[in-house]
């Protein structure tokens, strides 16, 4: 008994990862791998695994030429930007380390089926330990993994056998990132072994999807308000503040150094003032002296950007200046705008279905979950006040991930990360309040 008490939370996660096998591989393999082929889940995995059997077969190297995707004129994939080939990639790489070297169409198939369901389990690992430092109670992170392993709707469907996309990577670095994040603004022994790896994965995330520039935005604001939040209560927290900017440094100077060839000007323009930011985060935590700019600290990192422009200016050709800024305004109020008149399915609000407004497609995407973590995200608007950092980058996280989710389905496979998360911590409060009542 006394055995079971102190291990049997790793009965939990052992409960977890058979549920998510189950789930992801065991129970749709037949509808996947067919006696003619494997089928894939969506069109964008058709294309990703025809370019993986092209790279494979071109020895490892982006085909500058494809007639299949712009007959007769061809397409080179070595013009576009590096998101739209890097999964690619990934899946050739895959193919060929399990074929030895020498991969094959089928093989390349298999793979490209496979791993996204791989990829999908493995993500449930940061859920474990994002909930227990917050927490400090590995029972609670053992049920917040079982929870991530059950989680239906896009989490689960976009990170299964057969949708071989980016979004499966996408979850998967994410959640790393964000893991490896929270373990260096612990102070662990290990910090800076965490940084590098959070920059490194950071790094990798922008390669597959530039729309993960949302994480460096991320780790931007919270910073702002962190330091400012510290300040005002008179313990400024100048460590953890250079702990975030030293991650956006290898962030951002190893993608520019990565993908300087083809990086956007929209990308670039969206880049630069976060690198202000990140200069104006680092002087301040080394100078340490920010001790009565409070209330002036919004006035400066506004100044910050507007200085990160300035000195992106030579890098961006003027006349498309206006226009990517502009583009870039737009871009992020599309993350927040409701477009309800929307035809694709995935751009609608989560909230709307036909035309009108219901709670089916939540309930759909998280079950009870989506109402939990609605209190949740109140009890972490409260104890924010106890200066925790783990409460305090939780409830930031969480709310710049639901705000895009309300406007877009698409995001509800990253805001179940946080509502996984929220749910575990909400419950767990709830219990401890009910027991110290009694």
Same mark, same amino acid.
């Given at each position: ?7 049997g ?10 549920a ?12 996947i791998?067919?006696?003619?082929g494997v ?12 370019l993986?059997d092209?790279?494979?077969?071109n020895n ?5 030429f494809?007639?299949y995707f ?5 397409l080179d994939?070595?013009?576009l930007?590096?998101?739209?080939n890097?999964y690619g990639i990934f899946i050739a ?5 399990f074929?030895?070297?020498h991969?094959?169409k089928?093989?390349?198939d298999?793979v490209s089926?496979i791993?996204?369901a ?9 859920i474990?330990f994002i909930?227990?430092k917050?927490?400090?109670n590995n029972?609670?992170a053992s049920g917040?993994?079982l929870?991530?392993?059950v989680?239906p709707?896009?989490y689960?469907?976009?990170a299964? %056998?057969g949708s071989?996309?980016? #979004?499966?990577?996408?979850?998967? +670095?994410?959640?790393?990132v964000?893991m490896?994040t !929270?373990? *260096?603004?612990n ?8 940084i ?5 994965i950071?790094i990798?995330y922008?390669l597959i999807w530039?729309?993960?520039v949302?994480f ?11 330091l ?8 400024t ?5 250079c702990?975030i ?5 290898i962030i951002l100077i190893?993608? %520019?150094a990565?993908?300087?060839? #083809?990086?956007?000007?929209?990308? +670039?323009?969206l880049v630069?003032?976060?690198?202000? !930011?990140? *200069?104006?985060l680092?002087?301040t935590?080394l ?7 409070v209330y002036?600290?919004p006035?400066?990192?506004l100044g910050?950007?507007?200085i ?7 890098f ?5 200046y206006?226009?990517?800024l ?6 992020a109020l599309?993350l927040?705008?409701w477009?309800?008149?929307?035809t694709t ?5 989560? %909230?709307i279905?036909?035309g009108?407004?219901t ?5 759909a995407?998280?079950s009870?979950t989506w109402y939990?973590a609605?209190?949740?995200?109140g009890?972490?608007a409260y ?6 950092i783990?409460?305090?980058f939780?409830?930031?996280?969480t709310i710049l991930?639901?705000v ?6 698409r995001?509800a ?7 996984i ?8 409060v ?8 009694d």
């Amino acid at each position: 008994m006394k055995i079971l008490k102190k291990y049997g939370w790793l009965l939990i996660i052992l409960l977890a990862l058979i549920a998510a096998i189950i789930l992801r591989i065991i129970l749709p393999w037949n509808t996947i791998f067919t006696p003619n082929g494997v089928i894939f889940t969506g069109v964008d995995a058709y294309y990703y695994a025809h370019l993986a059997d092209l790279i494979s077969n071109n020895n490892m190297q982006i085909p500058t030429f494809d007639s299949y995707f712009d007959f007769p004129n061809g397409l080179d994939y070595t013009a576009l930007p590096s998101s739209f080939n890097a999964y690619g990639i990934f899946i050739a790489i895959l193919a060929w380390v399990f074929s030895l070297g020498h991969p094959t169409k089928q093989i390349v198939d298999i793979v490209s089926a496979i791993h996204p369901a791989i990829l999908g389990i493995l993500a449930l690992i940061p859920i474990f330990f994002i909930t227990k430092k917050l927490t400090k109670n590995n029972w609670v992170a053992s049920g917040a993994m079982l929870l991530g392993a059950v989680m239906p709707g896009e989490y689960m469907g976009r990170a299964s %056998l057969g949708s071989a996309d980016t #979004h499966c990577l996408e979850i998967f +670095l994410f959640s790393f990132v964000v893991m490896f994040t !929270v373990l *260096a603004l612990n102070g662990e022994k290990r910090r800076v072994l965490w940084i590098i790896l959070s920059g490194l994965i950071g790094i990798a995330y922008l390669l597959i999807w530039q729309g993960a520039v949302i994480f460096t935005v991320l780790l931007a604001i919270f910073a702002i308000m962190w330091l400012m939040w510290t300040r005002y209560k008179g313990q400024t927290d100048y460590e953890n503040t250079c702990v975030i900017a030293s991650i956006l440094s290898i962030i951002l100077i190893g993608y %520019l150094a990565v993908s300087y060839k #083809h990086i956007s000007n929209n990308l +670039l323009t969206l880049v630069a003032p976060l690198v202000g !930011v990140v *200069a104006f985060l680092i002087y301040t935590g080394l100078t340490q002296k920010a001790r009565n700019w409070v209330y002036f600290i919004p006035l400066l990192v506004l100044g910050a950007i507007g200085i990160g422009l300035v000195v992106s200016f030579p890098f961006v050709s003027p006349s498309f200046y206006p226009y990517s800024l502009a583009n870039v305004i737009q871009q992020a109020l599309n993350l927040v705008l409701w477009h309800v008149s929307s035809t694709t399915a995935e751009e609608l609000p989560i %909230l709307i279905t036909l035309g009108t407004v219901t709670p089916n497609i939540p309930w759909a995407y998280f079950s009870f979950t989506w109402y939990i973590a609605f209190a949740g995200i109140g009890i972490l608007a409260y104890q924010w006040r106890k200066t925790d950092i783990n409460i305090s980058f939780l409830l930031v996280w969480t709310i710049l991930m639901i705000v895009p989710t309300l406007a877009m389905r698409r995001f509800a496979y990253y805001s179940a990360i946080n509502i996984i998360i929220v749910t575990a911590w909400t419950l767990w409060v709830i219990v401890k309040f009910i027991l110290r009542k009694d």
